[in-house]
C-alpha cells in the first residue's frame, strides 16, 4: 500500500514569497501531524489534526504559519512571508487511530530552502 | 515536560562490528510510548520500533535488539554484525499522555565503514 506522500520535495523561495506543502496521509489514518526537521537536529512538533479538525497549533513558530485539512485527508502547510530562518525540512506523519497511542509513519519530506 | 537525550552524536564503526545508540529519556507519566526511527540519506523517518512503559521485554528482530530499562529510564538499541546499509541517522522518541505529538533525541549519526 502507499506510504504518506508529501509535495513538493523541494522548494526554493526567495524571501517574503508565501509557500504551500502537501501532504497525502496513508488513507483511512485518522491522525495527521507536521514537524519541522532544522539541519542537524531532530523534528519538532508543529500541528495536528484528527480527521479536519486542528486539534494542537501549539508548536507552530509564528502566525505566518498556517495549517488545513479540510476533508479530512490531504493536508496542506502554508507559510507566508518566508523568512530565511523558515529554511528546514518539514515532515508529515499520519496514524490510524485517534487515541493517540498509535505508531506515526512520515512520509519523504519537503525541503524547504528560503533565500 | 518531556526530554529525550541522545548523548551519541555520531558512531563510525566498521562493517560487521556490533555498535549499540544509546536513549534516554524524561517523563512524569507512568504510561508512555517509545520509539526509534531510522532517516537514511533520503531523508524519510523509517518506523523500526515501539515499546509500551508497561511492557519491559527486550525485543529482538533479526540483527536489530532493543534493551528497555525503566530503572534506568533508557532505551538502547543494538545492532549486530553492522552492514554498510544500516548507515543512517537514528531517532529515538517518546509519547506520553499529556501530548499526542512525539518528542524527539537530537540524533545519533551511524557510519558503517566497508
Known amino acids: 500500500g502507499a506510504g504518506v506522500s508529501q509535495s513538493p520535495r523541494y522548494k526554493v523561495a526567495k524571501r517574503g514569497q508565501d509557500v504551500a506543502l502537501r501532504c497525502d496521509p496513508i488513507s483511512g489514518h485518522v491522525s495527521l501531524f507536521w514537524y519541522q526537521q532544522a539541519l542537524g537536529q531532530g523534528p519538532e512538533f508543529l500541528t495536528y489534526f484528527q480527521n479536519e479538525a486542528q486539534l494542537d497549533k501549539s508548536g507552530l513558530p509564528s502566525d505566518r504559519f498556517f495549517a488545513e ?23 508529515c506523519a499520519s496514524s490510524w487511530g485517534q487515541r493517540g497511542a498509535e505508531t506515526q509513519y512520515f512520509g519523504p519530506g519537503t525541503r524547504l530552502l528560503v533565500l | ?18 555498535v549499540t545508540l544509546d536513549c534516554v529519556y524524561e517523563t512524569r ?31 529482538i528482530s533479526g540483527r536489530y535488539s532493543w534493551n ?11 545492532i549486530t554484525a553492522s552492514q554498510v546499509v544500516d548507515s543512517a541517522v537514528y531517532f529515538c522518541a517518546l509519547k506520553d499522555t499529556g501530548r499526542r505529538a512525539l518528542t524527539f533525541g537530537s540524533g545519533t549519526r551511524l557510519q558503517v565503514q566497508p
Do not use: H, M
Not at chain 2, 515536560?1 to 556490533?18: G, P
Not at chain 2, 528497555?68 to 543494538?78: E, G, L, M, P
Open chain 2, 29 to 59: 507519566d507512568t504510561t508512555y510510548y517509545l520509539f526509534w526511527y531510522k532517516q537514511p540519506p533520503s531523508g524519510e523517518l523509517v518506523f523500526l520500533i515501539r515499546r509500551n512503559s508497561f511492557d519491559e521485554q527486550n525485543e
Open chain 1, 69 to 91: 485539512r479540510p476533508e479530512g485527508s490531504v493536508s496542506t502547510l502554508k507559510i507566508q512571508r518566508t523568512q530565511q530562518e523558515d529554511s528546514a525540512v518539514y515532515l
Open chain 2, 68 to 78: 528497555f530499562q525503566k530503572s534506568t529510564s533508557s532505551f538502547n538499541f543494538t
Open chain 2, 1 to 18: 515536560a518531556q526530554k529525550v537525550t541522545q548523548a551519541q552524536t555520531e558512531i563510525s564503526v566498521v562493517e560487521k562490528e556490533d
